[in-house]
C-alpha cells in the first residue's frame, strides 16, 4: 500500500469508494462496480447495473460526474442484440444521474458481467464515510429489503410479472435525491447496503465507528413478497454467507421469524442508504427524503456507545 496525504479515503477503511484530495476545495470519488444480470430483461439489467455503481459515489455524499463501462460478453454465445440493450439501459441511467460517458472497456468471457467505474466530485471537508456514527444517532434506511431474494425467485421462474416490476422499481432508483438531502441537512455516517446485506453493512457501520447499534425489526422496511420466497427456501446463497460471517456480532431477538432473519441478511443489489443523523435532525430528513418519493424510508434504530461492535435487533 502507497501512503499519500491526499487519499483521504482508501483501502484502509470497507467504505463505498475512494476518495482522493485534489486541493482544499475540491477532491475526487471514485468507485467501480460490476455483476453478473439478475433479470431476464437486457434494458433493465443495465439500468439496475449502472444505479447500484452509482449508489457508492451517493452514499459518500458526491456528485457523480464521469463513467466509463465495464463489460464482459460472450461473443460466440450469445446476439450483440443483447450488449445494446444492456448498455442503452446503463446509459438512460447515467442520463438521468447526469453523468456524462466517457468510454469504457470490454473483454470476451464465457459469462456476462456489467457495470460502472465511476469519478465523481466533493469537498474534501463534506466526505460521509461509514466511519463517524455518534452515539444518540437515529438511523434512517432509504429502500426496502429483500431484493436478493426476490431475484432469486425470478430465477427459479416464480415470481410473477407484478413482483418482478416492483423489484425493479426499487434497484433501478437512484439514490441521488437521499445524498442531496443528506449533504444539506447534514449527517454523521452513511452507507450503501448491497452484496454484504443490511446487517452485513450496519456491522462495517459500527466496527468503523466505534459504537454499537440498536434496530428494532418491525420498522424495518422490507418487500413483503420476499417473505413468501423465504418460506419457499429461495434464499440466495449469499444470504447463508452474509449470515456465517456476521452472527456472532448480532443478539437477535427470539421471536424473530427465520425468514425476516433471511431478509435482514439478504444480499442486495442498489439498496438504499443507511444514514446515522443527530436526532434532531432525523425526523425532518425522513420527511424531506419521503416527500422525493422513497415513501417506505423509515427510522430504523439507533446508535449507542454499549456494547461496542455489536447490533441488538428488537422485535
Avoid: W
Wanted: with cysteine; glycine share 8%; proline share 5%.
Amino acid at each position: 500500500m502507497i501512503d499519500d496525504p491526499n487519499l483521504l479515503v482508501g483501502l484502509k477503511s470497507f467504505d463505498d469508494a475512494g476518495v482522493y484530495k485534489l486541493s482544499d476545495e475540491l477532491a475526487l470519488v471514485q468507485t467501480i462496480d460490476f455483476f453478473t444480470p439478475i433479470v431476464d430483461d437486457p434494458y433493465t439489467f443495465g439500468q439496475i447495473a449502472a444505479a447500484n455503481a452509482l449508489s457508492d459515489v451517493y452514499a459518500m455524499g458526491g456528485t457523480p460526474l464521469t463513467a466509463m463501462n465495464v463489460v464482459c460478453f460472450p461473443t460466440q454465445t450469445m446476439d450483440v442484440t443483447v450488449l445494446r440493450e444492456i448498455l442503452r439501459g446503463g446509459l438512460d441511467k447515467m442520463r438521468e444521474a447526469k453523468v456524462t460517458l466517457v468510454g469504457g472497456h470490454s473483454v470476451e468471457d464465457s459469462e456476462l458481467k456489467y457495470g460502472l467505474s465511476l469519478t465523481g466530485v466533493i469537498h474534501p471537508k463534506k466526505i460521509i464515510t461509514n466511519a463517524a456514527a455518534k452515539p444518540g444517532d437515529r438511523l434512517i434506511l432509504t429502500k426496502p429489503l429483500g431484493t436478493g431474494i426476490i431475484n432469486t425467485a425470478i430465477k427459479a421462474k416464480t415470481a410473477s410479472l407484478e413482483v418482478i416490476s416492483k423489484v425493479t422499481k426499487v434497484m433501478t432508483a437512484l439514490n441521488r435525491d437521499a445524498s442531496k438531502l443528506m449533504q444539506a441537512i447534514g449527517v454523521n455516517s452513511c452507507t450503501d447496503i448491497t452484496g454484504f446485506g443490511f446487517l452485513g453493512h450496519a456491522c462495517e457501520m459500527i466496527e468503523a465507528s466505534g459504537v454499537g447499534m440498536i434496530l428494532t425489526s418491525s420498522s424495518i422496511p422490507f418487500l413483503s413478497e420476499a417473505e413468501e420466497y423465504a418460506k419457499m427456501g429461495l434464499v440466495p446463497g449469499g444470504t447463508h454467507r452474509n449470515k456465517k460471517f456476521r452472527t456472532k456480532q448480532i443478539e437477535l431477538d427470539p421471536s424473530l421469524s427465520p425468514e425476516l432473519i433471511d431478509i435482514l441478511f439478504d444480499p442486495q443489489t442498489s439498496g438504499g442508504l443507511l444514514i446515522s443523523t443527530p436526532q434532531e435532525k432525523s425526523l425532518m430528513l425522513l420527511d424531506q427524503i419521503r416527500k422525493k418519493g422513497m415513501e417506505e424510508a423509515s427510522i430504523v434504530g439507533e446508535i449507542v456507545s454499549e456494547p461496542k461492535g455489536k447490533i441488538v435487533v428488537k422485535k
